[in-house]
């Protein structure tokens, strides 16, 4: 190979890894955007959700649920919705406003609860239950004092 070859090649691997790179970014904007109840129900109300092409789409994307591709997902929500969207059933439902109103409820009440401790491990009355210093308390064993 000369090296006239060599600068030819060169250009056209950079231009296919940065047209890669830009399908990617473009692929992931729009499963972020999925996250998004209200972006989902004007999709539905355009009928955009029944068109073949686009489910075949949605399915082409699941490829982003894979470790390699969802370490770059910031709405999770994102992928709980993108494997939904695989459901004929809630594709439809997603064309009701109340089915959107209630999505977006339910998503607000994971994101307002999802780290309280209370929601996600919660304690039964009787259980030892560990303090924020690490010892163990027993709420059922009251302090008694022993005399003097």
Same mark, same amino acid.
């Given at each position: 190979? &000369?090296?006239?070859?060599?600068? /030819?090649?060169?250009?056209?691997?950079? $231009?296919?890894?940065?047209?890669?790179?830009?399908?990617?970014?473009?692929? +992931?904007?729009?499963?972020?955007? #999925?996250?998004?109840?209200?972006?989902?129900? /004007?999709?539905? !109300?355009?009928?955009?959700?029944?068109? @073949?092409?686009?489910?075949?789409? +949605?399915?082409?994307?699941?490829?982003?649920?894979?470790?390699?591709?969802?370490?770059?997902?910031?709405? @999770?929500?994102?992928?709980?919705? #993108?494997?939904?969207?695989?459901?004929?059933?809630?594709?439809?439902?997603?064309?009701? $406003?109340?089915?959107?109103?209630?999505?977006?409820?339910?998503?607000?009440?994971?994101?307002?609860?999802?780290?309280?401790?209370?929601?996600?491990?919660?304690?039964?009355?009787?259980?030892?239950?560990?303090?924020?210093?690490? !010892?163990?308390? $027993?709420?059922?064993? &009251?302090?008694? /004092?022993?005399?003097?």
């Amino acid at each position: 190979m &000369t090296v006239d070859q060599e600068e /030819s090649v060169q250009p056209v691997v950079s $231009d296919a890894r940065s047209i890669n790179r830009a399908r990617f970014e473009l692929e +992931l904007e729009f499963v972020q955007s #999925l996250a998004n109840p209200f972006y989902l129900h /004007s999709l539905a !109300q355009q009928n955009i959700l029944d068109q @073949p092409a686009f489910i075949n789409f +949605l399915e082409y994307l699941l490829y982003f649920k894979e470790k390699d591709y969802a370490r770059f997902i910031h709405y @999770p929500h994102a992928l709980h919705h #993108l494997e939904l969207l695989q459901h004929a059933q809630f594709r439809s439902e997603m064309k009701k $406003d109340e089915y959107r109103d209630y999505l977006h409820q339910k998503q607000f009440d994971h994101w307002r609860t999802w780290r309280d401790p209370s929601h996600t491990n919660p304690i039964s009355p009787g259980a030892p239950h560990t303090s924020v210093d690490g !010892q163990v308390e $027993d709420k059922n064993v &009251t302090n008694v /004092s022993t005399g003097p």
